[in-house]
């Protein structure tokens, strides 16, 4: 079946082939096709997606479907290259873990295991959770790989001396782990000590850092308090994230039901603990990064 894709905006991940579109339909250049989906990742994307939607049932009389991760549809396989970019791959879907920020238990369910595809990106939300027969099928699909990211974000407890063992015999660029909240900073630590251990350097060892707001559920814009969480609090998160010797990368949260418009000061912290350069300047050298208001 020739399936037209079509998604609101650009990203790293959007499909670069001919059948893949972004925004409004091309006019009458449209390629022969089957179907038309439209792919929403995000909930404040669907307004966008409902408008694309009707812009390219006008010029098809094929049927044109409206769905994706923002509307929770069923995930059942993966078809690589279909809704992300070749090299992009899940070999699971869904997390056995219930945290209180995270959409993926409620719209994935439990985590279960996928035919393993070729790709050098692993997406899946929790890899660490499969059994290791299936981490095995992958690490040997792996072999063929190169510059191999692990990028769901690795959960610290679960990386174990298997995981460590077959990792150090790939390819590897960067392994993603997680510290979502202040709880969670000790088990980071201990995760990026065993890499450490293993021969992996700060370059290789990212690390997702969720800052902004505590709140994670709202019902507007208005609801929410941004001066909940100062941004001392999330420094001293992301300095403690260095000093294990990982990488951070601030992950500005945002609300399942709205998109949350940060103030220019949130946005620009954000900014600059994304940025690698920025980052080792600010610790190692000391540049001052903190002139926004608190």
């Known amino acids: ?5 079509v998604f609101p905006r650009r990203t790293s991940y959007t499909p670069g082939d001919g059948m893949a579109f972004v925004g409004d339909p091309p006019g009458l250049l ?10 929403c990742a995000f909930t404040w994307d669907k307004a966008e997606c409902e408008r694309l939607r009707y812009q390219w049932q006008m010029y098809t009389d094929k049927p044109v479907k409206l769905g994706g991760p923002a509307y929770a549809s069923p995930c059942g396989t993966f078809e690589p290259g279909m809704y992300v970019k070749r090299g992009v791959t899940f070999t699971s879907y869904g997390c056995n873990n219930k945290c209180a920020f995270c959409l993926v238990p409620g719209r994935e369910g439990a ?27 992958v690490f040997a699909m792996l072999k063929s ?14 990386i174990d001396d298997h995981f460590v063992e077959n990792v150090r015999g790939l390819r590897i660029k960067e392994l993603w782990l997680a510290c979502d909240d202040d709880a969670a ?4 630590a201990r995760a990026v ?3 450490k251990k293993a021969g992996f350097a700060r370059e290789h060892i990212r690390c ?3 800052i902004g707001t505590r709140l994670h559920r709202h019902k507007t814009i208005d609801d929410i308090d941004i001066g909940e969480t100062t941004m001392q609090e999330n420094e001293r998160r992301l300095q403690a994230v260095y000093a294990a010797g990982a990488m951070p ?3 500005i949260l945002q609300p399942a039901e709205c998109f949350c418009e940060y103030p220019p000061e949130w946005k620009k912290f954000a900014r600059q603990w994304m940025r690698p350069p920025s980052i080792i300047a600010h610790c190692e050298r000391g540049t001052d990064m903190n002139d926004y208001s608190t």
């Open 193 to 195: 000590e065993k890499l």
């Open 30 to 39: 449209i390629p022969p096709h089957d179907e038309v989906h439209i792919s």
């Open 145 to 158: 790989q190169a510059q191999i990211c692990f990028k769901g974000g690795l959960q610290n407890d679960l």
């Open 111 to 137: 985590l279960r295991e996928l035919p393993v595809t070729e790709g050098n990106i692993i997406q899946d939300n929790n890899f660490l959770q499969c059994s290791r027969s299936h981490k095995d099928a």
């Open 1 to 5: 079946m020739n399936i037209i894709r």
């Open 208 to 210: 997702y850092v969720l």
């Open 185 to 188: 900073v000790d088990g980071m």
């Open 249 to 251: 990368f601030a992950q």
